[in-house]
């Protein structure tokens, strides 16, 4: 079964600091990735998704992923945070089971420290 | 204006009671979506529909009922209440099937269910 697992349940930097946050995935055919991204009180927003056309993908608000196929990972990093990256991150991984079905990681919460 | 919304945004009530959260989409797509957040943030899909059928029915209890009167509303039904019923419920709606497993799907605010 495909299944994407996150690394850290709270990450926190300083503003200005790089962003990183793990997500492994478990597929035994060619995963399609996605980064979500959910605000306080907000629903999920599209971060950027892993289609195979390229294995560095950029995203919205300077985010980018490099899907690593040999080391099964597909994390997330932004080269300075600001205070309003702080949010709960989510990797997924998309499956067809008559629809498009979104397993998603347990989540990561980032704090961004001024 | 909102791409999809969800009504109510807060509900509370008491355990054994019936309640409904209503979904509508104005993108024009053709699939919508229920997701259960539970206390840890654990997202987990629980229906899916594609142009009123149903698609995806993961192991729920059968006291949850979607219902879809059409493509641009899916709404979810619950009977007799529970305590760990509590949870922010999300509707997502994505482009349909012939996008794949690459579309995007779009959610909306989420309904925080408190049963008392």
């Known amino acids: 079964a495909q299944s994407v697992t996150q690394l850290g349940s709270h990450v926190s930097v300083s503003e200005g600091a790089l962003v990183l946050l793990r997500c492994n995935y478990s597929?035994?055919?060619?995963?399609?990735l996605f980064w979500y991204v959910q605000y306080p009180n907000q629903g999920l927003q599209l971060l950027l998704k892993y289609t195979s056309a390229a294995t560095l993908v950029k995203g919205i608000n300077g985010f980018e992923a490099e899907f690593k196929k040999s080391e099964t990972s597909f994390h997330l990093t932004k080269p300075s945070a600001h205070m309003s990256d702080a949010a709960e991150y989510f990797c997924?991984?998309?499956?067809?089971?008559?629809?498009?079905?979104?397993?998603f990681g347990q989540g990561t919460r980032l704090t961004i420290n001024p | 204006d909102t791409a999809v919304s969800q009504t109510p945004k807060y509900l509370v009530t008491q355990m054994g009671n019936d309640k409904s959260i209503k979904c509508e989409q104005n993108?024009?797509?053709?699939?919508m979506y229920w997701y259960k957040q539970d206390s840890k943030k654990f997202l987990k899909i629980m229906f899916s529909?594609?142009?009123?059928?149903?698609?995806i029915n993961e192991t729920v209890p059968n006291r949850f009922s979607p219902k879809s009167p059409d493509k641009a509303h899916l709404n979810l039904h619950i009977n007799s209440l529970e305590l760990g019923d509590s949870a922010v419920y999300f509707c997502a709606s994505s482009q349909g099937l012939a996008g794949g497993p690459v579309e995007t799907q779009y959610f909306g605010p989420g309904t925080r269910l408190l049963v008392l």
């Open positions: 597929s035994s055919v060619p995963p399609y």
């Open positions: 993108l024009g797509h053709d699939t």
């Open positions: 529909y594609n142009n009123k059928e149903l698609i």
């Open positions: 997924a991984v998309s499956l067809i089971q008559g629809a498009q079905k979104l397993v």
